[in-house]
Nanobody, 123 residues
């Protein structure tokens, strides 16, 4: 599967932004889908994960502010980001891994397919 992110840019603190990740094929009940981010000088970290059956998890640092969702008809994954903070500034990546049932984890090495990333800058 090929993944293409969009929707990044510059936003003021407290603002909102929605990232999109277009997949080249149907991911419903076939792939774990996730958003990761990497800030300058820091390791890549998981932001949110969506399993093939729709179950989801969100990192504690963004819970209540970020929401992961998917439009299966459009093969598109979203990350709605509200109440953005300067510490949310990072390159955001969409990732996918084959789903074999159950929950999906947030380990970087579990994901085989990655987008090119989209930069989000909060000031």
């Amino acid at each position: 599967v090929q993944l293409v992110e969009s929707g990044g840019g510059s936003v003021q603190a407290g603002g909102s932004q929605r990232l999109s990740c277009a997949a080249s094929e149907n991911t419903y009940r076939r792939y774990c889908m996730a958003w990761f981010r990497q800030a300058p000088g820091k390791e890549r970290e998981v932001v949110a994960v969506l399993a093939g059956d729709g179950s989801l998890s969100v990192a504690s640092s963004v819970v209540g502010r970020f929401t992961i969702s998917k439009d299966n008809a459009k093969n598109t994954l979203y990350l709605q980001m509200n109440s953005l903070k300067p510490e949310d500034t990072a390159m955001y990546y969409c990732a996918a891994a084959r789903w074999y049932g159950g929950n999906c984890n947030g380990r970087i090495d579990a994901y085989d397919y990655w987008g090119q990333g989209t930069q989000v800058t909060v000031s």
